[in-house]
């Protein structure tokens, strides 16, 4: 079954408004990557992760791997209407090729 | 840029048809892999291939097969297609080493009547 868990499954915000989607696995994981896909598209590699603790930041989007290795977040600021899709997060696990992806999180942004 | 082309975007089938799903690379990556993409389950992992002949059953290989004779092209294969198998099918592939970025294809929905 499904190890990847993803929540929450659907957010709704304001432009403007902060956004957060949160990932939990339940085995440790070597590293993690998040995708975007926009309506009617494929996903697209935003950034991977790898180490215990890791912060990375790309403009309005921040990503954290925790420290267990079990969990990671995405946090955006400030939404705008061009962050509107959904949100996946792919961990990869340990001494394996395989990525399992989890459920994933909608955003819709009302402007 | 990365290209990873699948062969149909749309396509619909009967129950019971043998269904081939084509998915090329051009970027001689070593890894290639099969996704199906379902509302509310997000990606899950069908089969992959990280050399030439080689493949590994992902999470849900149960009526799906794969080919990988070449080392650009994967191929998905429904034995006897059923209605439980209508999805959107995504194949993305990865260059393979440190480097795991996944490039994935447009997807092809196919619906099984």
């Known amino acids: 079954g499904q190890q990847v868990m993803q929540i929450p499954q659907y957010q709704h915000v304001q432009e403007g408004e902060d956004f957060t989607t949160y990932c939990n696995s339940s085995?440790?994981?070597?590293?993690i990557q998040w995708y975007k896909q926009r309506p009617g598209g494929h996903p697209v590699f935003l950034i991977q992760?790898?180490?215990?603790?890791e912060v990375k930041k790309q403009k309005r989007l921040t990503f954290q791997f925790g420290e267990a290795k079990k969990n990671s977040s995405l946090h955006i600021t400030a939404t705008q209407t061009t962050d509107v899709g959904t949100y996946f997060c792919?961990?990869?696990?340990?001494?394996?090729?395989?990525?399992?992806f989890g459920t994933g999180t909608r955003l819709k942004v009302l402007a | 840029d990365v290209k990873v082309t699948q062969s149909s975007r749309y396509l619909v089938k009967r129950t019971g048809e043998k269904v081939f799903l084509e998915c090329v690379q051009d970027?001689?990556?070593?890894?290639m892999f099969w996704y199906r993409q379902d509302p509310g389950l997000g990606l899950r992992l069908i089969y992959f291939?990280?050399?030439?002949?080689?493949?590994e059953k992902g999470d849900i290989p149960e009526g799906y097969s794969v080919s990988r004779e070449k080392k650009e092209r994967f191929s998905l294969i429904l034995e006897s297609a059923s209605t439980n198998q209508t999805s959107m099918y995504l194949c993305?592939?990865?260059?393979?080493?440190?480097?795991?970025?996944?490039?994935f294809g447009s997807g092809t929905q196919l619906s099984v009547l």
């Open positions: 993305a592939s990865s260059l393979g080493g440190t480097n795991e970025k996944l490039f």
């Open positions: 085995t440790t994981l070597s590293n």
């Open positions: 992760l790898v180490k215990s603790g």
């Open positions: 792919a961990g990869r696990r340990t001494g394996t090729y395989k990525y399992i």
């Open positions: 970027m001689d990556h070593e890894n």
């Open positions: 291939s990280y050399d030439v002949k080689m493949k």
